[in-house]
């Protein structure tokens, strides 16, 4: 069986993603409506959407969030090869998904894989990300 993918964004007017403040909750709230098990989402986009909140809380640990066995909601996976974001206890907190999921590949640092163990919070190691670094050889 295929899964069901649901292309979900939001955008102004005028096609553009990079400045659109958007309603969040109406979003997460419309996305909600799909019944999805998870919503993806790209470390681009988190750290866009929480850029205003605090860039690093390593000094705080989270415990995974309590949730009845019936809730529903989705989890969000993000994936975050390069172990970019910090804010995850921010974006665990918010009441659109009942916790989150990290997606990293084998070339995550080591150090970001310590802070989500650290954090408490699940995450998949799979693949190579090769490094994005040009050399010109000549």
């Known amino acids: ?44 986009t988190m750290i866009a959407a929480y850029a205003t909140g605090p860039v690093s809380e390593e000094a705080e640990e989270y415990e995974p969030p309590q949730y009845e066995t019936g809730d529903t909601r989705q989890l969000l996976v993000i994936v975050d090869s390069r172990g970019r974001l910090r804010n995850l206890g921010r974006i665990r907190r918010e009441p659109y998904w ?37 050399t010109n050889s000549r």
């Open 1 to 44: 069986m295929l899964p069901r993918v649901i292309i979900h964004s939001g955008v102004s007017a005028d096609g553009r993603m990079d400045w659109y403040p958007g309603d969040k909750g109406l979003y997460y709230e419309i996305a909600g409506r799909f019944n999805a098990d998870a919503m993806l989402s790209g470390s681009n």
């Open 98 to 134: 009942r916790d989150v999921v990290l997606m990293c590949s084998q070339s995550t640092p080591k150090d970001y894989l310590d802070y989500l163990e650290k954090q408490h919070i699940d995450h998949i190691v799979a693949g190579y990300q090769p490094s994005l670094k040009f």
